[in-house]
């Protein structure tokens, strides 16, 4: 789970860690009479949204007085951002910048850690560093049983700066980050850009954080936090109806009948160079209703081009499901290609049911994937 920067920004200001604070504003207006309760004519106006990359979307504006500040309100509330509309702004003292630097605590699956990463390069997009210049990125990786105590902290501070007073500030920061990261079970706490001020202060002005949605039981104050996205409500409103559905972004739309059989799907997609759109088990079912249900999940996402249905008759018979997939086709529109493949009891009724039908069918997994992929037309 996710939130936004000034809620990150509350939970850093309650561990220590400098921000530059604001208000949180959701019309003009609000802004308008934020911006005169604020001692300082400089400041910035960021869209408050669930995605990374404001800054280059043009979501975050500085201002130098009440003009200024009006028009960038009224340009960035209502502004899209990656498909999410903006609703609220932050508005915060604006600080100056001298360097900007990376910070983040997240867990890494390689080393089963949770590793810092750190880096001069702060500020700019940090996937682009970490593809172009790895070497500019330090990675220590936390042992839980030792923590991030003071040398270590220091340690860490010293790979981004050269002068004691701010390795300390640094340090500092590093370490209530670890603390807040732990007792929050975030999955993710970074600090991008963690800037040195002209009067050598080292301040947080921008915070991201990921929660780990398996922790959420025990994190009442985080939980009540949640804002579920479109994507999110999609998959409670599937879940309400019986799916389990997973949107995952890729072209290649999958109904699957059994979670195992779903993951090798993706799995093999993912093998012959496709990328499935989501993941969905649709159960040990041949009811041609919820076939027309899960289709109509699947084609509401404008992304898939290819549909895979990958169903494997045990109880199920592969004639009732081919049966199923007619009745329900008969009452869906689409031109979007769908792939069957049906294997296990009466398979070869089932494909004889098929022949001669706008289906494309495969009696191999293999074979389906590969159908699939080819026609995504990657
Ligand atoms: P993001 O693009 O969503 O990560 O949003 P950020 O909060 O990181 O802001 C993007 C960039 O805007 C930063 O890297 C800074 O260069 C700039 N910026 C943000 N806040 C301030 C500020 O208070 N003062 C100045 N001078 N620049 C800022
Ligand atoms: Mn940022």
């Given at each position: 789970?996710?939130?936004h920067?000034y809620q990150a920004k509350?939970?850093f200001?309650k561990y220590g860690?400098?921000?530059?604070?604001?208000?949180i504003?959701h019309s003009?207006e609000d802004a308008i009479?934020?911006?005169?309760?604020?001692?300082?004519?400089?400041?910035?106006?960021?869209a408050?949204?669930?995605?990374?990359?404001r800054?280059?979307a043009?979501?975050?504006?500085?201002?130098?007085?009440?003009?200024?500040?009006?028009?960038h309100?009224?340009t960035i509330?209502g502004?899209?951002?990656k498909?999410?509309?903006?609703d609220?702004?932050l508005?915060?003292k604006?600080?100056?910048?001298?360097a900007?630097?990376?910070?983040?605590?997240?867990?890494?699956?390689?080393?089963k850690?949770t590793?810092?990463?750190?880096?001069?390069?702060g500020?700019?997009d940090?996937e682009?560093?970490?593809r172009q210049?790895?070497e500019?990125?330090?990675?220590?990786?936390?042992d839980?049983t030792i923590?991030?105590?003071?040398y270590?902290?220091?340690?860490a501070?010293?790979l981004?700066?050269?002068?004691i007073?701010q390795?300390?500030?640094?340090a500092?920061?590093?370490?209530?980050?670890?603390?807040?990261f732990?007792?929050?079970?975030?999955s993710?706490?970074e600090?991008?850009?963690?800037?040195?001020?002209?009067?050598?202060k080292?301040?947080?002005?921008d915070a991201?954080?990921?929660f780990d949605?398996?922790?959420?039981?025990r994190?009442e104050?985080?939980?009540a936090?949640?804002?579920?996205t479109?994507?999110?409500k999609?998959?409670q409103k599937a879940k309400?109806?019986?799916?389990?559905?997973?949107?995952?972004?890729?072209?290649i739309?999958?109904?699957?009948?059994?979670?195992?059989?779903?993951?090798?799907?993706?799995?093999?997609?993912k093998?012959?160079g496709?990328?499935?759109a989501?993941f969905?088990?649709?159960?040990g079912?041949?009811?041609?209703?919820?076939?027309?249900e899960a289709m109509?999940?699947?084609?509401?996402?404008?992304?898939v081009?290819?549909?895979?249905?990958?169903i494997?008759?045990?109880?199920?018979r592969?004639?009732?499901?081919?049966?199923g997939l007619l009745?329900?086709f008969d009452?869906?529109e689409?031109?979007i290609?769908?792939?069957?493949?049906?294997?296990?009891?009466?398979?070869?009724?089932?494909r004889a049911?098929?022949k001669?039908?706008?289906?494309?069918t495969a009696?191999?997994?293999?074979?389906?994937?590969r159908m699939?992929?080819e026609?995504?037309n990657y």
């Amino acid at each position: 789970m996710k939130i936004h920067e000034y809620q990150a920004k509350d939970i850093f200001a309650k561990y220590g860690i400098p921000i530059n604070a604001g208000y949180i504003c959701h019309s003009v207006e609000d802004a308008i009479s934020a911006y005169d309760r604020m001692d300082n004519d400089l400041v910035v106006v960021k869209a408050q949204v669930l995605t990374g990359g404001r800054g280059k979307a043009g979501g975050v504006k500085l201002a130098k007085d009440t003009i200024e500040m009006r028009n960038h309100a009224a340009t960035i509330l209502g502004m899209d951002i990656k498909g999410y509309i903006v609703d609220r702004i932050l508005l915060a003292k604006a600080e100056d910048i001298e360097a900007e630097y990376y910070v983040s605590f997240v867990i890494d699956r390689n080393t089963k850690s949770t590793l810092l990463m750190l880096s001069k390069e702060g500020g700019v997009d940090i996937e682009e560093v970490a593809r172009q210049t790895p070497e500019k990125i330090h990675k220590i990786a936390i042992d839980p049983t030792i923590g991030m105590p003071d040398y270590l902290a220091r340690q860490a501070g010293f790979l981004l700066f050269d002068d004691i007073k701010q390795v300390r500030q640094a340090a500092s920061i590093f370490q209530k980050l670890y603390k807040l990261f732990l007792e929050t079970d975030a999955s993710l706490a970074e600090i991008n850009p963690l800037i040195l001020t002209p009067d050598k202060k080292v301040i947080a002005i921008d915070a991201k954080m990921t929660f780990d949605d398996n922790a959420l039981y025990r994190q009442e104050k985080i939980k009540a936090l949640f804002e579920p996205t479109e994507e999110e409500k999609k998959e409670q409103k599937a879940k309400s109806k019986g799916f389990s559905y997973v949107h995952l972004g890729g072209e290649i739309g999958c109904m699957v009948n059994g979670a195992g059989l779903a993951m090798t799907t993706m799995d093999m997609i993912k093998l012959y160079g496709g990328n499935p759109a989501n993941f969905l088990d649709i159960g040990g079912s041949s009811n041609p209703t919820k076939v027309i249900e899960a289709m109509k999940l699947l084609l509401s996402d404008k992304d898939v081009r290819v549909v895979l249905i990958n169903i494997f008759g045990g109880i199920t018979r592969c004639d009732d499901v081919a049966n199923g997939l007619l009745q329900a086709f008969d009452q869906i529109e689409t031109d979007i290609p769908i792939v069957i493949r049906l294997t296990g009891t009466n398979e070869a009724e089932g494909r004889a049911l098929l022949k001669g039908t706008k289906f494309h069918t495969a009696e191999t997994m293999g074979e389906a994937t590969r159908m699939a992929v080819e026609l995504a037309n990657y």
